[in-house]
């Protein structure tokens, strides 16, 4: 007992009231800038990617099995980017 008749804090939990739960810190501090350059940086890799195989299939060649794998990669790549 504190010396003004009040009841110490305890040093564990409180029964009842379950575990404690604190909240994940974000993964660098989820610093705005760094979430837009890192977005805007996975936005144009994903258009330099997509770019690729677009162009040869413009011209009239039509898409091999890679060609359209690395569309698929570049269209997921600029999902993660958004």
Do not use: D
């Amino acid at each position: 007992m504190s010396p003004h008749g009040e009841a110490a804090p305890a040093s564990g939990p409180v029964p009842g009231s379950g575990p404690a739960q604190v909240p994940p810190k974000p993964l660098f501090g989820g610093c705005l800038s760094c979430r837009i350059v890192c977005g805007t940086g996975l936005l144009m890799v994903a258009a330099w990617l997509y770019q690729g195989p677009r162009s040869s299939m413009k011209r009239g060649i039509p898409p091999s099995m890679a060609a359209i794998a690395q569309l698929t990669f570049a269209i997921s790549e600029g999902r993660g980017g958004h």
